[in-house]
Structure formats: structure tokens, C-alpha cells
Antibody, heavy 121, light 105 residues
Framework: QVTLKESGPGMLQPSKTLSLTCSFSGFSLSTSGMVVSWIRQPSGKSLEWLAA???????YYNPSLKSRLTVSKDTSNTQVFLKITSVDIADTATYYC?????????????WGQGVMVTVSS | DTVLTQSPALAVSPGERVTISCRAS??????MHWYQQKPGQQPTLLIYLASNLESGVPARFSGSGSGTDFTLTIDPVEADDTATYYCQQSWNDPTFGGGTKLELK
């Protein structure tokens, strides 16, 4: 059974660094072709893909946010991390991690429940 | 970025057939996927690669299209289908449509 679960600080102040963790089971990120992505959704709005890391450790970023994002994984291939620097109120959203395969089959078949992050002073 | 455009909302009666459209700003071949999202929940995959039904998804859902124009069809619509539906392309960096909110009359 594939499951993913996000965790994060809940609330943080503008200009700080947001650190998120995606813990997953039921699959291994060491399996060829496997990818874990981060996707966010502001309340009442659509979805925005942020970043991804694949089984080989290659990293992919949304060009519009690339300068602020860092994605990484742990050596046991059961957790993926995302850091967003210099957060702003516009970064307030629910953040999801999701599993996919590599391009072009880059569709998300399993999602975590999401973690809500509020940026506020 | 490939921009995906969806109609914002639809209202149908249970038992009817509904089509939800998604138009891409450039050709994405058949690299289009559809998700359902109910309030307070994460999205769930319905259709991948334009027309393939995800395992466990009722056969009432189907997808079609290629190039720039895609359609998600629900036939017949049931009360439980009240949700927002998103398209997503994987021709290049993933992008999502704005979502179509489906309401039942």
C-alpha cells in the first residue's frame, strides 16, 4: 500500500525558510523511474508544481521559483525534503507531495493528504 | 509554460452526461491527465495519458483528445461526483488547469 505524508511548521514568518518533509512507504525512491514531486495549492485556487527528485537523485524545479527551492532525499529513499527560502504571504498554501514516474508519464498516482502552511507576521 | 484553460464551473442533474474540457496553449500530444478533488481532500488521479482509466476509478469516467483539446466525460453523473476537476499536462514541466467545479442540480 502506497502512502505519502507531508509534515511542516504550520506557520512561519515572512523572509524565513520553509522546510517540508514527505515521508512515504509502499514504494522506494531507489526504484528506476520513480519520482516524488512537491505541489502546492493556495486556498480556493489551482495546483502549482514546484519541484521533483527522481530515483537517480536528479532534481527538477519550476523555473519561476527555482532560485528559492531546494529538493533533496534521504539516503534510505523513504523521505523527500523541500526548502523554500525567503517566504512571503504568497507562499501560504497547502503543500502536497505526490508520486509519479519519469517524463513523459509524469502524472501523479498517489498524493499525500497535504500540509497547510501559513506565512504571517 | 504550457497554459491549460478550463471552464470554471458546470451544473448538471444526476443521471446526465457531462463533458469537461481542457485546452492547451500548445500541443501536448496525449500527455494529458485528469484529477478529481473534493473539498478538504487531496486530488485523485482519474485518467492518465488522455484516455487511460486509473485502476479503481468507475467506468463512468472517460477521457479523450490529443494535441490541444481534451475532454473528460462522466456518464452518468452521480451525486458523489460533486468536485473540482483538474487537467494536467506532462509534455514539459507539469502545469495544471484552473479547475472546473462540477455542481449537481
Amino acid at each position: 500500500q502506497v502512502t505519502l505524508k507531508e509534515s511542516g511548521p504550520g506557520m512561519l514568518q515572512p523572509s524565513k525558510t520553509l522546510s517540508l518533509t514527505c515521508s512515504f512507504s509502499g514504494f522506494s525512491l531507489s526504484t528506476s523511474g520513480m519520482v516524488v514531486s512537491w505541489i502546492r495549492q493556495p486556498s480556493g485556487k489551482s495546483l502549482e508544481w514546484l519541484a521533483a527528485i527522481d530515483w537517480d537523485g536528479d532534481k527538477y524545479y519550476n523555473p519561476s521559483l527555482k532560485s528559492r527551492l531546494t529538493v533533496s532525499k534521504d539516503t534510505s529513499n523513504t523521505q523527500v525534503f523541500l526548502k523554500i527560502t525567503s517566504v512571503d504571504i504568497a507562499d501560504t498554501a497547502t503543500y502536497y507531495c505526490a508520486r509519479s514516474s519519469v517524463m513523459p508519464s509524469y502524472y501523479f498516482d498517489y498524493w499525500g493528504q497535504g500540509v497547510m502552511v501559513t506565512v504571517s507576521s | 509554460d504550457t497554459v491549460l484553460t478550463q471552464s470554471p464551473a458546470l451544473a448538471v442533474s444526476p443521471g446526465e452526461r457531462v463533458t469537461i474540457s481542457c485546452r492547451a496553449s500548445e500541443s501536448v500530444s496525449t500527455l494529458m491527465h485528469w484529477y478529481q478533488q473534493k473539498p478538504g481532500q487531496q486530488p485523485t488521479l482519474l485518467i492518465y495519458l488522455a484516455s487511460n482509466l486509473e485502476s479503481g476509478v468507475p467506468a463512468r469516467f472517460s477521457g479523450s483528445g490529443s494535441g490541444t483539446d481534451f475532454t473528460l466525460t462522466i456518464d452518468p453523473v452521480e451525486a458523489d461526483d460533486t468536485a473540482t476537476y483538474y487537467c494536467q499536462q506532462s509534455w514539459n514541466d507539469p502545469t495544471f488547469g484552473g479547475g472546473t467545479k462540477l455542481e449537481l442540480k
